[in-house]
């Protein structure tokens, strides 16, 4: 024991030497960067296409970032790998450091990788399965798959807490309304996400959920006092950073009741004062998209850039590739110019955001010098992916609920007693429907047996009034809710409806097995209020 001890006592001695000498080797080559180097690590832009062409290879050179974000027009041919491949060569080749490459990849609705990537269902879903471990297992899944497709960062997942049914931006993008659900999901997303070495970030800081405005579009304004978002808001995010969260994402909401007349995005009473001093965050900060008009519409592009460095941003996100990056990065050097950015918090962002590269081995230190570490997944996450499939129909079935005063064997569709007709304008769900055989053709003889299923996701309010005027003959309607459930439940609780929170191919699936009685919904979730047909 005492040999096994000393061992040990060893192994770390060495692991915590050979960290010091990389952290040692991190400040040097920061000290050696020129500045556009410096400041280009401080950007995750956007690419021009889903290839490395002249203009991607002109716009990498130009603005030297430290990673890009991909969106679905930079996968549209089905090649995030080699996609993720030739932009860390030319980064490599042109900067000398690899890339952050970023991507939005949620779940359910949110969701730009389309292919060889396992399709889970979104937060919401999660939430009604509530079950931590599995969220673990999902999230390492994912975080898996992402790598083998060259992704090292994923910006999920979002801890805001859905407590206002208007909020059209967040819903089921949410875990649920309840902060200490959200805060117990997002632990266990972010702590499966990293075990995969995927970076996690936690958004949208201090909490989107208690809007009914999209900061897309506009500024949002929350009317809440400190200890109110500490009551609610700020619970998942405390637990996140506990957790070991490296990456947290703000929100472009301003606060007038606590004198914050600006997005949180920009404010150091936000990111310096409560999420490095109080909540003792140290790790990365980076900023919503600032392009979105909840920071646009109010500010130019520069002068929020610089605002959101000042306030304690280390890492600004811009999610065109050309139109307003050479105005950020001139603003951020005519700050440094007049000081009102120091060089010395330039250089300590950077040296951060390099060492979180080292940590989640994107970047290795040989011979003194940074260099691109590929992914290699071990034989255990091998092993782990095989789970993929089977987990994903468990969730997505475990998420199916049934909202109304009757009961789901009124709906039960077995083509023998009940048929079922389908109006939709999703080609997918008819396609899956009509393969698990809950669409065929009744007898005329059969026709007053026949259950009207609505795929209400898929129309507006209104339209979905002007169909169901014109169907009143049907005596039994159900309709199917794969989306956001809040408009549905406010204008049509007198009907029934059977929701998945998800549109994914695995969640209208399991739509299609319960209606045809392989199994028991849910009938109750917190988060949506009573049915009261």
Same mark, same amino acid.
């Given at each position: 024991m005492k040999i096994v001890y000393t061992l040990l006592v060893l192994i770390i001695l060495l692991m915590g030497c050979t960290w010091g000498k990389d952290s040692s080797v991190v400040k040097q080559i920061v000290d050696a960067l020129n500045m556009e180097s410096l400041l280009g690590q401080m950007l995750i832009i956007a690419v021009p296409s889903n290839k490395v062409d002249e203009? =991607?290879?002109? /716009?990498? #050179? #130009?603005?030297?970032?430290?990673?890009?974000? $991909?969106? @679905?027009?930079n996968l549209n041919n089905g090649t995030c790998k080699s996609l993720? &491949?030739?932009?860390?060569?030319?980064?490599?080749?042109?900067?000398?450091?690899?890339? /952050?490459? +970023?991507?939005?990849?949620?779940?359910?609705r949110v969701k730009r990788i389309q292919n060889d990537i396992t399709q889970f269902p979104g937060n919401f879903a999660l939430g009604v399965v509530n079950d931590p471990s599995k969220t673990y297992i999902m999230a390492q899944i994912l975080g898996i798959q992402l790598r083998q497709a060259g992704i090292n960062m994923n910006f999920a997942p979002v801890v805001d807490v859905n407590n206002n049914p208007e909020n059209p931006v967040i819903n089921?993008?949410?875990?649920?309304?309840?902060?200490?659900?959200?805060?117990?999901?997002?632990e266990a997303y972010i702590?499966?996400?990293?075990?995969?070495?995927?970076i996690a970030v936690a958004k949208h800081f201090p909490g989107h959920g208690d809007t009914y405005q999209d900061s897309h579009l506009t500024l949002p304004v929350i009317y809440k006092s400190l200890p109110q978002l500490e009551h609610i808001e700020l619970i998942p995010f405390k637990q996140a950073i506990d957790a070991g969260v490296e990456c947290i994402m703000t929100a472009h909401i301003a606060f007038p009741g606590m004198g914050i007349n600006i997005p949180a995005t920009m404010s150091s009473f936000f990111l310096s004062d409560i999420l490095r001093k109080s909540l003792k965050f140290q790790g990365v900060i980076i900023t919503d998209d600032l392009e979105m008009k909840?920071?646009?519409?109010?500010? *130019?592009?520069?002068?929020?850039?610089?605002?959101?460095?000042?306030?304690?941003?280390?890492?600004?996100?811009?999610? *065109?590739?050309?139109? &307003?990056?050479?105005e950020i990065i001139d603003s951020l050097?005519?700050? $440094?110019?007049?000081?009102?950015?120091?060089?010395?918090?330039? #250089?300590?962002?950077? =040296?951060?955001?390099?060492? %979180?590269? %080292?940590?989640?081995?994107?970047?290795?230190?040989?011979?003194? #010098? %940074? +260099?691109l570490q590929s992914f290699e997944p071990s034989h255990d996450d091998l092993k782990l992916l095989q789970e993929a499939d089977a987990l994903n129909a468990e969730l997505s079935q475990l998420a199916i609920v049934f909202y109304s005063k009757n009961t789901i064997h009124d709906f039960v569709i077995d083509n023998l007693h009940t048929y079922a007709e389908v109006i939709s304008k999703n080609d997918n769900l008819i396609n899956i429907f009509k393969k698990e055989n809950v669409i065929m053709n009744a007898p005329v003889s059969k026709k007053n047996n026949t259950v009207l299923l609505i795929d209400a996701s898929s129309y507006s309010t209104t339209e979905l009034h002007n169909k169901l005027k014109s169907m009143k003959h049907y005596s039994k309607v159900l309709l199917l809710i794969t989306?956001?459930?809040?408009?549905?439940?406010? &204008?049509? *609780?007198?009907? +029934?409806?059977?929701? *998945? /929170?998800?549109? =994914?191919?695995?969640?209208?699936?399991?739509?299609?097995?319960?209606?045809? @009685?392989?199994?028991?919904?849910?009938?109750?979730?917190?988060?949506l209020p009573v049915n009261t047909q």
């Amino acid at each position: 024991m005492k040999i096994v001890y000393t061992l040990l006592v060893l192994i770390i001695l060495l692991m915590g030497c050979t960290w010091g000498k990389d952290s040692s080797v991190v400040k040097q080559i920061v000290d050696a960067l020129n500045m556009e180097s410096l400041l280009g690590q401080m950007l995750i832009i956007a690419v021009p296409s889903n290839k490395v062409d002249e203009k =991607t290879i002109a /716009f990498i #050179k #130009k603005y030297r970032p430290g990673g890009v974000i $991909l969106f @679905g027009y930079n996968l549209n041919n089905g090649t995030c790998k080699s996609l993720a &491949h030739d932009l860390q060569k030319l980064a490599m080749e042109s900067i000398g450091i690899p890339l /952050f490459i +970023s991507i939005d990849q949620e779940g359910g609705r949110v969701k730009r990788i389309q292919n060889d990537i396992t399709q889970f269902p979104g937060n919401f879903a999660l939430g009604v399965v509530n079950d931590p471990s599995k969220t673990y297992i999902m999230a390492q899944i994912l975080g898996i798959q992402l790598r083998q497709a060259g992704i090292n960062m994923n910006f999920a997942p979002v801890v805001d807490v859905n407590n206002n049914p208007e909020n059209p931006v967040i819903n089921i993008r949410s875990f649920g309304c309840d902060p200490a659900l959200c805060a117990s999901l997002g632990e266990a997303y972010i702590k499966g996400l990293q075990k995969s070495r995927c970076i996690a970030v936690a958004k949208h800081f201090p909490g989107h959920g208690d809007t009914y405005q999209d900061s897309h579009l506009t500024l949002p304004v929350i009317y809440k006092s400190l200890p109110q978002l500490e009551h609610i808001e700020l619970i998942p995010f405390k637990q996140a950073i506990d957790a070991g969260v490296e990456c947290i994402m703000t929100a472009h909401i301003a606060f007038p009741g606590m004198g914050i007349n600006i997005p949180a995005t920009m404010s150091s009473f936000f990111l310096s004062d409560i999420l490095r001093k109080s909540l003792k965050f140290q790790g990365v900060i980076i900023t919503d998209d600032l392009e979105m008009k909840g920071i646009s519409g109010i500010q *130019s592009y520069g002068t929020a850039a610089v605002n959101s460095i000042k306030a304690g941003a280390d890492i600004l996100l811009i999610s *065109s590739y050309e139109n &307003h990056v050479q105005e950020i990065i001139d603003s951020l050097k005519g700050a $440094l110019d007049k000081g009102d950015i120091s060089i010395e918090s330039v #250089k300590s962002k950077v =040296t951060k955001i390099l060492k %979180l590269k %080292l940590r989640y081995h994107i970047i290795k230190i040989k011979y003194g #010098k %940074l +260099s691109l570490q590929s992914f290699e997944p071990s034989h255990d996450d091998l092993k782990l992916l095989q789970e993929a499939d089977a987990l994903n129909a468990e969730l997505s079935q475990l998420a199916i609920v049934f909202y109304s005063k009757n009961t789901i064997h009124d709906f039960v569709i077995d083509n023998l007693h009940t048929y079922a007709e389908v109006i939709s304008k999703n080609d997918n769900l008819i396609n899956i429907f009509k393969k698990e055989n809950v669409i065929m053709n009744a007898p005329v003889s059969k026709k007053n047996n026949t259950v009207l299923l609505i795929d209400a996701s898929s129309y507006s309010t209104t339209e979905l009034h002007n169909k169901l005027k014109s169907m009143k003959h049907y005596s039994k309607v159900l309709l199917l809710i794969t989306g956001n459930p809040y408009p549905y439940i406010k &204008h049509f *609780s007198n009907y +029934s409806m059977l929701m *998945s /929170f998800s549109d =994914t191919d695995e969640s209208l699936h399991q739509l299609a097995l319960c209606l045809k @009685g392989v199994f028991e919904p849910k009938f109750l979730h917190p988060c949506l209020p009573v049915n009261t047909q």
